[in-house]
C-alpha cells in the first residue's frame, strides 16, 4: 500500500464507521462489504475504544444520507449517472447499484490503486485516478455518456479545500450539462467542534479544515451564473435513533438544532 498524506488517511475513518453502524446500529446503515473487507484493513487502525458512539456514527450517517439522495435520484432519472468525488473505500456501489446504472468513483491516483487492491472495479463502476478539482474526470464522463443527467457526491471531502477552490468547482461543473451535486459541510460553529473534538477524536487532529456553509441559498449567491435550486438538509433528521445512547441522542439532537453539520444538493 502507499504512503498515504494527511488527508487522504481519513479514509478509513468512514469505513470504521460502516463497519461499526453494521455490526452495533443496522438500522442506521448495514454495510454488507464494508464486513466482508473488515480484516483486510491494516492492523493498526485506532480502535473503537477511544471514540465515542456518536464519532463512529458521525461518519456512518454520511453514507446513509448520500444513499438516500442516490436512490432518490435514481428513482427520479433512472437514466443517471453517479460520480463518486473522494471515493476512498466507499462501498456505495454495492448498497445502491440498481443493476444498470453508470458509476465512476474518482479519488487521486495511490488511493484509486489501494482502493483496487480491496475492492476490485466491478462490472459498471469506472475508477478514475485523479484531481477532484481538475476538468479531466467529467470530460471523461460526458465522452463516455454525453447527455446523461449527473449526481455527484462528495462525501467528507470539501472540508479540507478553501472555499474559492469549491466555489470554482461548481462552477466548472455549469459548462458540463444536467449536474447535481450533494455534499455534506458543517456551518461555522460545527467547523470549530469538528476541528477541536471530531477529528481529534478519529486520530486526526492534523488534518487542516477550511471550508464551511452558513447558508446554502447564500452559497448558491457565490456560485452566481442564475438561479441554482438548493436542498439543505439537517444531517441528522431521517436517521433512525432507536437504540443509540443519550448521549449520541443529545449530540444529534443539538447538532441539528444549530444546524452544525448539514446535507446540502445544488442542481446546477
Known amino acids: 500500500m502507499s504512503k498515504l498524506g494527511v488527508v487522504e488517511d481519513t479514509l478509513f475513518v468512514p469505513m470504521l464507521g460502516r463497519i461499526y453502524a453494521s455490526e452495533h446500529c443496522p438500522q442506521i446503515i448495514y454495510d454488507k462489504k464494508a464486513l466482508e473487507l473488515k480484516e483486510k484493513l491494516p492492523s493498526d487502525l485506532q480502535e473503537n475504544g477511544s471514540q465515542s458512539q456518536y464519532t463512529l456514527l458521525a461518519s456512518a450517517v454520511r453514507s446513509a444520507n448520500m444513499d438516500r439522495f442516490i436512490r432518490s435520484f435514481l428513482k427520479r432519472r433512472p437514466d443517471g449517472v453517479i460520480v463518486q468525488l ?3 473505500l466507499e462501498t456505495t456501489y454495492y448498497r445502491c447499484d440498481n443493476g444498470k446504472t453508470r458509476w465512476y468513483a474518482v479519488d487521486l491516483p495511490h488511493v484509486i490503486d489501494y482502493r483496487r487492491e480491496l475492492l476490485p472495479e466491478p462490472e459498471r463502476e469506472t475508477y478514475l485516478a485523479g484531481d477532484a478539482f481538475s476538468k479531466d474526470w467529467i ?4 465522452t463516455d455518456l454525453p447527455d446523461a443527467p449527473i449526481l455527484v457526491t ?9 472555499e474559492d477552490k469549491v466555489i470554482s468547482l461548481f462552477r ?3 459548462q458540463f450539462g444536467d449536474i447535481e451535486v450533494v455534499f455534506d459541510t458543517v456551518n461555522k460553529k460545527g467547523m470549530a467542534m469538528m476541528q477541536k473534538k471530531y477529528m481529534k477524536q478519529v486520530g486526526h487532529a492534523d488534518a487542516q479544515m477550511f471550508f464551511y456553509v452558513d447558508s446554502a441559498a ?3 449567491g457565490k ?3 442564475g ?8 444531517y441528522y433528521r431521517y436517521i433512525p ?3 443509540l445512547k443519550p448521549s449520541t441522542k443529545v449530540s444529534m439532537a443539538v447538532s441539528d438544532r444549530f444546524c452544525m453539520v448539514k446535507m446540502i444538493c445544488l442542481n446546477l
Open 227 to 234: 438561479p441554482t435550486d438548493v436542498t439543505e438538509k439537517p
Open 218 to 220: 447564500e452559497l448558491a
Open 172 to 174: 466548472m461543473l455549469r
Open 154 to 162: 462528495a462525501g467528507g471531502l470539501f472540508h479540507y479545500f478553501e
Open 139 to 142: 470530460r471523461q464522463v460526458r
Open 86 to 88: 473522494g471515493c476512498g
Open 241 to 243: 435513533k432507536n437504540g
Open 223 to 225: 456560485i452566481g451564473g
